[in-house]
């Protein structure tokens, strides 16, 4: 087993991520975020885009780092590094690891699952299949990813609506590969519990924890002045 790998086995990955108009969508914010998540006992932290990537790479040189482009492109549904420089972008900005969208649809440079995989091992990385269903999760074991995990489970059109954290997902994962994740919709520590138990070798947790945009909108919805016009911003 890698040794990379065993630094996350039974441990929490800290998806650390803004949305796109937030002020914390920034290299600098996120950078800051990773450092508090590493020092709070994180086993690793997940960056989407190059520029943030460099940005945690530079603050943090010893966090295992597993690093994405998300991208959209005409025509295509996949946008989780779905093409070949989008994998080459993630290496050359510093992560260990690339995920990448290891459904069966079709992505904008025809890189298949397999290519995928071979790109991020000749860039010395380990490469992490992000599945939707059994069928990608078995196609990516068939190709030889070093991680197997959820990720996309009630992203893609034929799972819209399935029960979230994908906890039959990631125990049928784990019962083929040495290293499931489960990442999706964990939202507390007693659902990162369950995880782990249905046989997930580390859990993904994202918005529940870093996503401060939306947790203020939550809690702003339930009080009473939910829908009525904000004040002023000084």
């Not at 399935?162 to 964990?186: K, N, Q, Y």
Request: net charge negative; hydrophobic share 50%.
């Amino acid at each position: 087993m890698n040794p990379l790998l065993e630094r996350l086995r039974g441990g929490l990955i800290v998806s650390v991520q803004a949305e796109g108009g937030s002020v914390l969508n920034t290299p600098e914010a996120i950078a800051l975020l990773a450092r508090c998540v590493w020092a709070n006992g994180a086993a690793a932290v997940r960056i989407e885009g190059a520029a943030r990537i460099a940005a945690v790479r530079a603050a943090l040189a010893d966090v295992p780092l597993i690093g994405i482009i998300k991208c959209a492109h005409a025509g295509f549904e996949p946008y989780i590094t779905s093409t070949h420089e989008e994998v080459h972008a993630v290496a050359q900005a510093g992560a260990d690891i690339v995920a990448f969208d290891a459904t069966a649809r079709t992505r904008a440079t025809g890189l298949s699952v397999a290519a995928a995989i071979a790109l991020a091992h000749a860039a010395g990385l380990v490469a992490m299949a992000d599945c939707s269903e059994e069928a990608d999760a078995s196609a990516a074991i068939e190709a030889g990813a070093d991680i197997v995990a959820t990720t996309l489970a009630g992203y893609t059109p034929p799972t819209l609506g399935r029960p979230l954290p994908a906890l039959d997902l990631a125990r049928v994962i784990a019962s083929r590969h040495p290293f499931a994740v489960c990442e999706g919709g964990v939202g507390t520590p007693a659902e990162a519990a369950a995880a782990f138990a249905a046989g997930a070798s580390a859990v993904v947790v994202g918005t529940a924890i870093t996503n401060i945009d939306v947790l203020v909108r939550r809690f702003v919805s339930a009080s009473p002045r939910a829908g009525q016009p904000s004040p002023p911003r000084f």
